[in-house]
Each structure stands twice: as C-alpha cells, then as structure tokens.
C-alpha cells in the first residue's frame, strides 16, 4: 500500500504530538507512579540502552553540541523521555527518527543522511585522507632520497697562462 509524502508527514507529525504530549504527561505525574511496574502493565519494558541507542543517533537541539544520549540538559532529558515513550507504544527506531527529523529538521541527525548535498559530509573526509596521504608519501619518498652527488664542471680551458697553472696545481693539490 503507497502512501503520499503528505501522509507520511501527517503521520509522523501526529506521532511526535503523541510522543511529547505523553512525555508531557509523564513528566508531570512522575511522583504518583510506583516505583515498579505492576503485573498487570501490558506496555514492553524499556531498557536504558534502547533509548541511548536511538538518543545516539540524535543532537541535542538545546546547542547542538552533542548527542542527546551524552548531553546533560532539560531538552535532552526530554527527548530521551519522548523516545522511551515511543518505544513503549510500540514504535520503531525509524519512525521515532523520523517524527524527530519531522520536528527538528535534518539538523538533529548526529549522521547526516547520505543523499543529496548531504553525500559531500561523507565523501570530502576521505578524499582528503587521500589526497593527504599521496602528498606525504611523495614528500617522504623524496626526504628519503640521498642528495645526488654533482661532480663540478671543469671549465674550459683558458687561454690565459696564470689560469691554466692554477688549474693544473689545483688538480694536484686534490690529488
């Protein structure tokens, strides 16, 4: 079943609506709930590594400084409890990545995705890591070399006599 962009960013928007207006909520009532969960709680467990995974791959849109799973701020703090949220309704790390990118803008991907202009963030560092490594090869292939002994040239002879005396008492004086 084909479904329009239209409709996926609907969908993506209502999704994210959902996911802050439930972290809102659990924000809000953290004290009244029980310290563990009751058998009769039918929602999936969410482990600490789930949501670091998926916050991993997320900037922190307070400064954009770092990944939400390693920043230390109320909007980090946040979105991490959106995404825990997520999981537990049952969606996938896709969708939740989605909503976010739906919210925030490519921007808040800690990898850009590799189409379009964005192809060149993952294409210049390794051509330059080459390019780098053929100059300092060519510049230590030519350190390496010894200097290449250059005999003197023996100029022309002279047709002055004083000249050619000093030549020749030179010759035997490096002899």
Known sequence: M?????????????????????????????AQLP?????????????????????????????????????????????????????????????????????YGERILAKPKAVGFNLMAWILPAIAILLGGIVAWKFLRHSSQPPAKVKPAKPAPSDDPYAQRLERELEEFDK
């Open 2 to 30: 084909k479904t329009s962009h239209k409709n996926k960013r609907i969908d993506f928007t209502l999704l994210f609506l959902v996911v802050a207006l439930f972290g809102l909520m659990n924000s809000q009532s953290r």
């Open 35 to 103: 310290s563990s969960p009751s058998a009769n709680d039918t929602l999936p467990a969410v482990t600490l590594e789930q949501v670091n995974k998926i916050a991993s791959k997320l900037m922190a849109p307070c400064c954009w400084s770092g990944t939400v799973d390693s920043h230390q701020s109320p909007a980090a703090e946040e979105i991490k409890a959106q995404i825990r949220a997520a999981l537990q309704q049952g969606y996938t790390e896709r969708q939740i990545l989605d909503s976010f990118v739906a919210a």
